[in-house]
């Protein structure tokens, strides 16, 4: 990240001056592909009048499923450490939290994080009749809809129905491509993967044809200018992201390597810079630990924690630890026995995280334990996910109308003090 950027002539920076003569700029962002629907919501949107709270919801997927009983070791199972001869971590190297369970002996930062309060551990979380296939379960993640399908994500919706009326940049998804979790009627979430390429790519030319189609029938078309918005604002926000991260500075060690690391700290950017996103999303890969699980799951559990605990000390250094709570959810976990290639299959169930300065830490939901397993060897689901969802929702950023949001009545579990 470049140095700070300040004006001779002033105190502001130069994001400061960019915020100030940026709007009205137009640019193409990609099209979602339900934008009939979008636009017909946007048409029918109307101003709320009454103040939202400032917090912010952090969502962190770990994609390809991870390894729950690895991750949080039940260390007192008889029945985990015949199902893995080689893979259970030894009751001596887990990092022992309680009589029953202790982290990943890498998990170092989640250790922290949990004694010191601030990590609450949601037991058996999936849904019935589980997928095993990474497509249809993140599907069903991402919407909130198991076994069924929406146009809209279970956080566009939220935000939709939430905040109508929400600035722009009210969603920021750090990504590659936009992830369904976000995709939403009235909002045009920000998405990026690295804030230098963050930018527009259509042409000029492109652009004023773009102004000349639309400039006499958006008025009377919705869908267009839904569009429009979109432009809008991502030509106002990729310079402002790029000026937010090029001037971020920190003290704290974020660990490393890892796109979790860059990414969370691009959120802490943003958040420093006082954008109006309340909603953040970012994904990190690498969970499908089919073989060589020992080795991989050191890495990615050493930095994932490592990051997650850095970025909560981050928010506590710029003083905005009471507003930020995060959410760190899998799309499966993994068989309980271990198979002839190191590893371990897809699974089931497996533990949800919520983590924040105003969580009320320790054990939530049903463990499923080892020894009444499904007909496959899975564990059982315990905890329906959409309860977390709702704990999120109603608990922290207190919107009574989860169950509409969520199609169903999932009742939230009392993580937040």
Not at 46 to 75: H, M, Y
Not at 162 to 181: C, H, L, S, W
Not at 316 to 334: K, L, N, Q, T
Request: glycine share 10%.
């Amino acid at each position: 990240m470049a140095n700070i950027v300040k004006s001779q002539n002033c105190s502001c920076t130069r994001r400061d001056l960019l915020r100030t003569s940026l709007a009205g700029l137009g640019v193409s962002a990609g099209l979602p592909a339900f934008l009939q629907q979008a636009g017909s919501a946007l048409a029918q949107q109307s101003a709320v009048g009454a103040e939202k709270n400032d917090r912010i919801l952090l969502v962190v997927e770990l994609a390809g499923g991870l390894d729950g009983l690895s991750a949080v070791v039940p260390i007192e199972s008889d029945h985990y450490y015949r199902a893995r001869p080689s893979l259970a971590i030894p009751r001596t190297e887990a990092r022992r939290v309680s009589d029953e369970f202790g982290f990943h002996p890498r998990a170092e930062g989640f250790e922290s994080l949990f004694k010191d309060g601030k990590m609450a551990v949601v037991h058996g979380c999936g849904y019935a009749n589980s997928s095993l296939s990474h497509f249809s379960s993140l599907a069903y993640w991402h919407t909130a809809v198991p076994h069924g399908a929406d146009p809209r994500g279970w956080l566009g919706r939220f935000a939709d129905d939430f905040r109508p009326d929400a600035p722009d940049q009210y969603i920021v998804n750090v990504g590659v491509k936009e992830t369904m979790a976000v995709r939403s009627g009235l909002h045009a979430p920000i998405t990026f993967s690295d804030p230098e390429k963050f930018k527009r790519e259509a042409s000029v030319a492109q652009r004023r044809a773009l102004a000349r189609m639309t400039e006499d029938i958006e008025r009377s078309n919705p869908t267009l200018s839904f569009l429009n918005k979109i432009d809008a604002v991502a030509a106002q926000s990729s310079v402002e992201v790029k000026e937010a991260c090029e001037e971020y500075r920190t003290t704290i060690d974020y660990g490393g390597p890892g796109s979790l690391r860059d990414d969370l700290q691009y959120v802490a950017a943003l958040i420093d810079a006082n954008f109006p996103t309340r909603i953040y999303y970012t994904s990190t890969g690498g969970w499908d630990t089919h073989g060589n699980q020992l080795p991989t799951l050191q890495s990615l559990l050493m930095y994932a924690s490592d990051a997650l605990r850095a970025f909560l000390d981050d928010m506590e250094r710029i003083g905005r630890a009471d507003d930020v709570a995060i959410m760190v959810f899998s799309e499966f976990g993994r068989r309980v026995k271990e198979n002839a290639s190191g590893g371990t299959d897809h699974g089931t169930a497996g533990p949800m995280f919520v983590l924040g300065k105003h969580v009320k830490g320790g054990w939530y939901g049903k463990f499923p334990g080892l020894n009444d397993l499904d007909e496959n060897g899975n564990l059982r689901v315990t905890t329906d996910f959409r309860s977390v969802y709702a704990t999120m929702i109603e608990e922290w950023m207190g919107f009574d109308g989860a169950d509409s949001i969520l199609k169903g009545d999932f009742p939230p579990l009392g993580i937040f003090a």
